[in-house]
């Protein structure tokens, strides 16, 4: 007999880990409580260990068939000045992507697998024995049930697996924006740039030939916050050589508050918690979405590999956590940099980007991970977890 699973949360978490499953034979169904895909308007970054991950689910082609490579990483101010910048190897990919065009054709293949998506079908807990709670009143059990529900996860706080959650005193605005035909046929088609002026920063990365994916960050102003919208005079006073492309930044952006998610354990029993839910961090590096990919697609391997589920959710988080917190807390430190004074901030980024084995360690480390090469832990993934063997 098949197993099943059931999912909470149709987003990339929830697809990434629905598909993995449904290819190894599962009987999936994903529960969205909206009434259809979630797509918002904003950007994301493919490193190396995101596109490994859809390379081995089969859909890499597609994802990255508009997409343009990025090989050069450059901080500059207010005034265009460049402070430093650091080229990726040839072996090294980066692809800046609208989350949308991701989102769609992870569904695609998802169904084409035979998984199935219920919409306005909202999860409000979930038990160790492997039961999901809706908000209808029903309940469902499966062998093994996923909480993908986001930073509010409601699986997640009904198992009461949250250690702590908390604000890292920033805000952030994300979209895309229209680019102009043959805008990005110089270098700039190959740089995703951070400009700096005080704390305030404008990330701009190209990802199509008619697109590229804006963020916008800031540690005080509350022209940031999400129920209010972009303060488009503010932030061309802060980068008037970007005026043009403050003004091309539409309001059905995605507003956030930076937080930070850690959790007691990311399973308990027959249920996992992933993505934001379990490792929430700032977008400040890109790499949230990577480390998600790669956890969803290494849950489904744990459990193949294993004699049960419950073992298998202990081999899962025996090698993906120790990296994940790893990758959290340099996104943390990396966006506290935006607290320093601009001379010390340049010159951690001079030390950062003169070193490459400082970068693959630090900005790099989710990045050069390829978790579809490992069926199970290794021993050094075994001792970086510590205590991680004590959990079930």
């Not at 805000?171 to 270098?187: K, M, T, V």
């Amino acid at each position: 007999m098949k197993r099943s699973a059931e999912i909470a949360g149709g987003g990339i978490a929830g697809l990434v880990a629905g598909l993995a499953l449904a290819q190894k034979g599962w009987r999936v169904r994903i529960h969205e409580r909206g009434s259809d895909l979630r797509m918002i308007g904003e950007g994301i970054y493919l490193w190396e260990n995101g596109l490994r991950v859809l390379d081995a689910l089969g859909v890499l082609a597609p994802v990255i068939a508009d997409g343009i490579r990025v090989v050069r990483h450059e901080k500059r101010n207010h005034e265009g000045k460049k402070l430093s910048s650091s080229s990726f190897g040839n072996d090294f990919r980066l692809y800046g992507q609208r989350r949308e065009d991701l989102l769609l054709t992870l569904f695609d293949a998802f169904v084409e697998t035979g998984g199935e998506m219920v919409f306005n079908s909202r999860a409000i807990g979930a038990d160790p024995d492997g039961y999901l709670y809706l908000a209808d009143g029903s309940s469902i059990r499966a062998d093994l049930v996923v909480g993908a529900d986001g930073v509010d996860s409601s699986v997640r706080d009904s198992l009461e697996l949250l250690r702590w959650r908390f604000s890292t005193n920033q805000f952030g605005y994300r979209a895309i924006i229209p680019s102009e035909l043959g805008e990005f046929e110089s270098d700039a088609s190959s740089t995703y740039c951070e400009y700096w002026n005080g704390s305030q920063c404008l990330v701009c990365a190209p990802c199509t030939a008619r697109s590229s994916y804006i963020q916008l960050t800031s540690t005080a102003d509350e022209s940031l916050d999400k129920t209010g919208p972009l303060d488009r005079d503010y932030w061309r006073c802060l980068f008037p050589q970007l005026a043009d492309i403050v003004d091309r930044v539409p309001d059905h952006g995605k507003g956030e508050r930076f937080e930070l998610v850690r959790l007691e354990f990311w399973s308990k029993g027959k249920v996992a918690v992933i993505g934001s839910a379990a490792n929430a961090q700032p977008p400040v590096l890109g790499h949230e979405m990577g480390c998600t990919m790669m956890s969803a697609f290494s849950l489904a391997q744990a459990i193949d590999c294993a004699r049960n589920v419950v073992d298998g959710l202990a081999a899962w988080e025996l090698r993906e956590r120790a990296s994940g917190e790893w990758v959290q807390l340099v996104a943390y430190w990396y966006g506290q940099l935006a607290f320093l004074p601009a001379a010390a901030r340049v010159a951690a980024f001079k030390a950062i980007d003169g070193s490459e084995w400082v970068r693959r360690r630090t900005l790099l480390a989710g990045a050069c991970r390829d978790v579809t090469a490992i069926p199970q832990p290794s021993l050094i993934d075994m001792t970086a977890a510590g205590v991680y063997p004590l959990i079930h």
